[in-house]
């Protein structure tokens, strides 16, 4: 089975479900600036399963979320239109999870498996 090397799932903290319908965009760091990779939209889990290619070299990358447009569909402020998590790969072998737990005027995330 291919894998992606790169994975997200968001989660929707004031309602505790998935966040549906969120674009992610996923970019790698360049000399010029960040150039996409690949984008997608979390499905009914609040998962991207599959998002970029199955294997990346090391090197800096992004995941970009689409806060903005996520909350104005559920009727909801928000401080944050946007959410970019910069992250590191280090070992083109592993699998790296970036998880997003996300509410209109904060959010966090960690490295996930």
């Known amino acids: 089975m291919t894998r992606s ?3 997200t799932h968001v989660l929707d903290a004031t309602t505790g479900t998935p966040a549906v319908g969120v674009s992610v965009t996923l970019s790698a760091r360049e000399q010029d600036g960040w150039v996409v990779i690949a984008s997608d939209e979390t499905d009914a889990d609040g998962r991207v399963g599959e998002l970029g290619p199955e294997q ?3 090197g800096t ?3 970009r979320f689409e806060t903005g447009e996520y909350f104005a569909r559920c009727g909801q402020e928000t401080f944050y239109p946007t959410v970019k998590i910069a992250f590191a790969i280090s070992d083109e072998e592993q699998h790296y999870h970036v998880p997003l737990l996300l ?6 995330t960690y490295r996930g498996s």
């Open 56 to 58: 990346l070299d090391a």
């Open 5 to 7: 090397h790169v994975t």
């Open 103 to 108: 509410s209109p005027f904060a959010y966090s």
């Open 61 to 63: 990358y992004q995941v």
